[in-house]
């Protein structure tokens, strides 16, 4: 299994930008997916999260501190997960991760997740 993140960069306070996660080895419809990041000198944290509930039913869930800013959206066909950031705040600044979870008991944990993408770089200025 492989996730493969990507579409970090800088951006200027107040810009937007796309962040895409792709898988492969596994069946992106039947997993709750996620997307956390972490900050220098900070933990990890949950930002965004799209839960399989079985079927063809997702829930989606954002942290409180991006909510109305980000969206996050996924392409089972393509087998890709999409992370749509805009009105970027400097304290938004961190590695962003995505993550494959097989069970989505908790989406907002991190532990629960069974694979990892590499990380992709998002910078902010102010």
């Known amino acids: 299994v492989q996730l493969q993140a990507s579409g970090g960069g800088w951006v200027q306070a107040g810009g937007s930008l796309r962040l895409s996660c792709a898988a492969s080895?596994?069946?992106?419809?039947?997993?709750?997916m996620g997307w956390f990041r972490q900050a220098p000198g900070k933990d990890r944290e949950f930002v965004a999260a799209?839960?399989?509930?079985?079927?063809?039913?997702?829930?989606?869930y954002i942290v409180d501190s991006v909510k109305g800013r980000f969206t996050i959206s996924r392409d089972n066909a393509k087998n890709t997960v999409a992370l749509e950031m805009d009105r970027l705040k400097p304290e938004d600044t961190a590695v962003y991760y995505c993550?494959?979870?097989?069970?989505?008991?908790?989406?907002?944990?991190?532990?629960?997740?069974?694979?990892w993408g590499q990380g992709t770089q998002v910078t902010v200025s102010s």
């Open positions: 993550a494959a979870d097989r069970e989505g008991r908790d989406v907002r944990s991190g532990s629960e997740y069974d694979y």
């Open positions: 080895g596994l069946t992106l419809r039947r997993y709750s």
């Open positions: 799209s839960r399989w509930n079985g079927g063809f039913s997702y829930s989606d």
